[in-house]
């Protein structure tokens, strides 16, 4: 992070509002990968779910992935919009560091229920081999839940990893 580096005349602490946009901007970026991926899903799936046979695995699949990802565009657009890059140069040390942690707590606990949603796609897929009616909805949700979870969980790991840089350097200000 190039950002890190501090001229000889320079004290820590005028690198907090540097490091504090590079953070917002992080943010955005990160909810863009997020309405990009909801795109894609959007727009594959819904091609695909009018041209599946509802008697199938697949058109379930699709159905499930356009309802996931409506929700995901949705929350990838309130993160855009509540990122602010160019507004958090008057953050302190302390609140810059509250908002660090409180941003990743919530990249862990989506972690947490990524890892759900992969176990829920499992119990559905195996609920349907024994279910009497309709087992393909089941496999076809499970499925779409194993694709949604495993993108999600990497991402929300990912995109922790990535961010966690910040709070090193936040952390070397004190």
Do not use: C
């Not at 955005?28 to 046979?53: F, I, K, P, Q």
């Not at 947490?112 to 992969?118: E, K």
């Amino acid at each position: 992070m190039p950002f890190l580096f501090l001229p000889a005349t320079s004290t820590a602490l005028d690198m907090l509002p540097a490091l504090n946009h590079a953070r917002e901007l992080l943010a955005e970026r990160g909810m863009s990968v997020l309405g990009a991926w909801a795109l894609l899903n959007l727009l594959v799936s819904g091609y695909y779910v009018a041209r599946t046979d509802p008697r199938t695995e697949a058109h379930y699949f699709h159905q499930m992935n356009v309802g996931w990802n409506i929700v995901n565009a949705v929350l990838a657009v309130v993160g855009m919009l509540r990122a602010h890059p160019n507004q958090v140069a008057g953050l302190t040390l302390a609140d810059s560091l509250e908002a660090q942690f409180n941003f990743e707590k919530i990249l862990l606990i989506n972690a947490g229920l990524d890892v759900a949603y992969l176990a829920v796609g499992s119990w559905l897929r195996a609920r349907a081999a024994s279910a009497p009616l309709r087992p393909e909805r089941l496999f076809g949700f499970g499925r779409s839940l194993w694709l949604q979870g495993g993108f999600l969980l990497l991402f929300d790991t990912g995109f922790y990893f990535v961010y966690h840089r910040y709070a090193g350097a936040l952390l070397a200000l004190l």
